[in-house]
């Protein structure tokens, strides 16, 4: 069983992991964006496509 201060420690990486280095830490992946910065962009460029298809759709003929 781990002793308590190897306990906090996993517990004080793991937070930091998941609170710092996977959410505020720019990826290339994401074009050098935080993960967070990139699913915002994601969602507000989906959601202008999505108006932009409902208003050809009401618009665009039968």
């Known amino acids: 069983m781990a002793s308590p ?3 906090e420690a996993r517990i ?12 505020r830490r720019l990826h290339s ?7 967070i910065g990139y699913e ?7 959601t202008e496509e999505l108006d932009v298809h409902r208003e050809v759709s009401t ?3 039968d």
Do not use: L
């Open 59 to 61: 618009f665009g003929g």
């Open 29 to 35: 992946a994401c074009g050098f964006k935080s993960p």
């Open 12 to 23: 004080r990486i793991a937070s930091w992991i998941t609170n710092f280095h996977n959410v």
């Open 5 to 7: 201060p190897h306990t």
């Open 40 to 46: 915002y962009d994601h969602r507000a460029n989906f």
